[in-house]
């Protein structure tokens, strides 16, 4: 079992008392969609991503292990993707078993390419889904190497960055460096690589920072934090990462901006930074927080609300709309002084996605139950 796994089953095995306390699903909390319309419902996908126009969205059928792209003017599909079996070396001798995404799956800011990071392989197809690049394996100095793992993609499609080893490569695959045998270790239990692709970064208990050429900037001790996730701010201004423990913002020089503290089950479970890198939104159990990032980080509000743990926030580019998915499909928008426009209870469990569009006009989301609901704000 990988590290990430472990991490995972650590992250949700938790005494049923406090899953009770944290996670008890509120009914009474609906706001009417006056500020929002559903636009339609798509069954049986759960939501991966959307385009940052929200001009479409990626689904996942997990039980038939399709991929598929959805129109955001209706719902129509508008592309399908079957994830293929792969052959595996075993004790037995290679056995050919089904490959699935297991460790995430991202549209590129222009909309035009897919990453899918799947446990066996690593995929990049275009809009329409034609295969760009697939592939199980491949060779550095002679020796070989997984494509599964976590992976990350830059804005433009241009170059993908695999963790395990850690290597950047075109998005046709051609290898630019890989730190097989690098004296600070090559595993990630996280990986992410800037919009422009300027910088990479990995997570294995500290943080270490690379330029494009795959030189070692810095390398961040944090082993107070077992992360969850770890991203760049879209101006590659700064790095932010969170999970049990807490989260951090840092910007590139190794300065430390913001430092989140919690003492739950959960710690940080997402946050989202908008284009102009000045606020922070923070996704905890029970509440969300806002902070001004610039010049100093600064608490402008909490609400602490909203519906047990929350999953997933986003934030539209002018930071102007806020969204959060909380427990059992509990959606809420808000605007940028914390009132909330939008609260909405729809299908779901424990867990889910949210999305909104660069311009605050559209937004998706998805509980634990199998529907993605697109809005357009009014």
Avoid at 114 to 120: H, S
Avoid at 179 to 185: F, H, L, P, S
């Amino acid at each position: 079992m990988n590290f990430t796994k472990i991490k995972y089953a650590m992250f949700i095995a938790i005494p049923v008392l406090v899953l009770i306390q944290s996670c008890a699903k509120e009914n009474d909390n609906n706001i009417p969609h006056e500020n929002a319309t559903a636009k339609f419902t798509i069954t049986g996908y759960k939501l991966l991503d959307m385009a940052k126009d929200g001009s479409w969205l990626l689904g996942y059928d997990e039980t038939n292990y399709k991929v598929a792209g959805f129109s955001g003017t209706d719902g129509s599909k508008m592309c399908e993707y079957t994830i293929p079996k792969v052959w595996v070396n075993t004790f037995a001798g290679p056995e050919e078993v089904q490959d699935w995404i297991s460790y995430g799956a991202k549209i590129t800011d222009n909309g035009n390419y897919i990453l899918l990071a799947c446990e066996y392989t690593t995929k990049i197809l275009s809009k329409n889904g034609d295969v760009i690049f697939d592939a199980d394996s491949f060779t550095y100095n002679n020796s070989s190497y997984a494509f599964g793992g976590p992976a990350d993609i830059s804005g433009d499609g241009n170059y993908f960055v695999l963790g395990n080893p850690l290597s950047l490569f075109t998005k046709t695959g051609q290898i630019i460096w890989c730190k097989a045998g690098d004296q600070y270790g090559s595993s990630s239990n996280f990986v992410a690589i800037s919009k422009k692709g300027n910088y990479i970064a990995r997570d294995m208990g500290d943080i270490y920072l690379y330029d494009i050429s795959g030189n070692l900037i810095r390398r961040i001790s944090d082993n107070e934090i077992v992360a969850n996730f770890l991203k760049f701010s879209p101006k590659e201004s700064f790095l932010f990462w969170g999970g049990l423990g807490g989260g951090k913002v840092i910007d590139l020089l190794g300065n430390t901006l913001h430092t989140e503290t919690t003492n739950d089950y959960y710690g940080v479970l997402d946050m989202a930074i908008p284009e102009s890198d000045s606020i922070l939104f923070i996704a905890l159990v029970g509440k969300v927080k806002l902070y001004e990032l610039l010049p100093t980080s600064n608490l402008l509000w909490e609400n602490d609300s909203v519906s047990g743990r929350v999953f997933s926030v986003d934030i539209s580019s002018d930071g102007s709309l806020l969204g959060a998915m909380g427990d059992w499909g509990n959606v809420y928008i808000f605007n940028r002084n914390g009132q909330i426009l939008l609260s909405a209870d729809q299908d779901g469990s424990a867990g889910g996605v949210i999305r909104v569009s660069t311009d605050g006009k559209y937004f998706c989301a998805q509980g634990d139950g199998g529907k993605i609901y697109y809005y357009e704000m009014k």
